[in-house]
């Protein structure tokens, strides 16, 4: 088929949009689509970190915001790694997140949960009991990219979540009835004390147009799915959400559409927590005591 805006190869059909794009257009439409969530979500002076993990959305998260701050004089780019300790796939990832920073001359940064936590992911799994690694790990991953990410005085850190995955967790705060968790959600307009703000340059983004990108760009990307997701119940709203939008196509943005009407009564009713210094670590947090210290006593008392 020829593209829908000159006479050249498609390279894909946009179901929800019904156009043929070309290597050159479809580029140009997915990069004008980030460039749009970045102006409508905004990026502070000063340090702007990627949590880059090496998968094709922070890989393709980092370039575009690459591409756009690198002849900025009052903002710098730098990317973040969190390495969970899990063997035969985060140090594949780490390679090729290594070797990306290397190439685009992007200052990297490396925080294990080994170090910070004093145990891998891996280890956790074999003692964790009732909760998921999923539930550790993403109590950790926080913690340890907001204690990097004020160590080098970052002012925002921009995550590699695409349309699908903030589509997911919007139905799943539906479905739970958390609606204060919705409030919560990223992009965070309301900058907290303590604790970076998230951007998502790519929230509207399908999956399948970030792996298109990634792929004719050329990148070394890992495609590997982390092999404790199996028992993460996001796998079930992934299912849906494919299907939904396999008979309706379009159904992920008003998804994305439905929640940004509701998000500003969300703020009204759920207006941002008072934190406060953790008793333990000192990060920011509701409690007196943060969900990663927590975490951590448990572990301990289960190890020994």
Known sequence: MKCSKCNKKAVTFIRYNGQYLCKPHFMEFVERKVKKEIRKQGLPKGNIAVALSGGKDSIVACYMLWKILRHHKDRKLIAITVDEGIKGYRDKTIRIAKKFCNEQDIEHYIISFKDEIGMTLDEISKIRQELTECTYCGVFRRYCLNKLAMATKTKAIAMGHNLDDVSQTILMNFVRNDLERMARMAPHKKVQPGL????????????????????????????????????????????????????????????????????????????????????????PSSMPICMACQLKEKLKKRKH
């Not at 929230?203 to 590997?224: C, H, M, N, Q, W």
Request: one cysteine or more; a positive charge.
């Open 196 to 283: 970076i703000p998230r951007i998502l340059p790519l929230r509207s983004v399908p999956e399948k147009e970030t792996t298109l990108y990634a792929y004719l760009k050329g990148f070394e990307i890992s495609e590997d799915e982390c092999p404790y997701a199996i028992r993460a119940m996001r796998g079930l709203y992934r299912d849906i959400i494919i299907n939904l939008e396999e008979k309706h196509p379009g159904a992920r943005y008003s998804i994305l559409k439905s929640y940004l009407e509701l998000e500003e009564c969300l703020e009204k009713l759920f207006p941002p927590a008072k934190l406060k210094p953790c008793k333990i670590c000192k990060q």
